[in-house]
């Protein structure tokens, strides 16, 4: 069964960069695509970015666009998010979950246990 775990986190100051990885283990990622979630305190879960198995469909939220960057290994069974110019409200616990190839908004079947990040000065 695929796990997967996220790392990377922490407290940054805004304007501050951080990658975020996330590792599966148990299967290949070969056939999944990786979709990356925040949950800040007080609302609800949103969508980052994705990646679909191949590769080649990436997606982002608006606003994040021009400063996340979503990237795979899949010999390493590692998703990256490369977040820069990180701003307060980019607060959040950051999720990582996979589906089977296609990049969706919903029906992902594995989820990290999530890492925090904080943006603060």
Request: hydrophobic content about 30%.
């Amino acid at each position: 069964q695929l796990q997967l775990v996220e790392s990377g986190g922490g407290l940054v100051q805004p304007g501050g960069s951080l990658r975020l990885s996330c590792s599966a283990s148990g299967v290949t990622l070969v056939d999944y695509a990786i979709g990356w979630f925040r949950q800040a305190p007080g609302k609800e879960r949103e969508g980052v970015s994705c990646i679909s198995s191949s590769g080649y469909n990436i997606n982002y939220a608006d606003s994040m666009k021009g400063r996340f960057t979503i990237s795979r290994d899949n010999a390493k069974r590692t998703v990256y998010l490369q977040m820069n110019s990180l701003k307060p409200e980019d607060t959040a616990v950051y999720y990582c979950a996979a589906r089977s190839y296609y990049c969706r908004r919903s029906e992902y079947d594995y989820w990290g246990q999530g890492t925090q990040v904080t943006v603060s000065s």
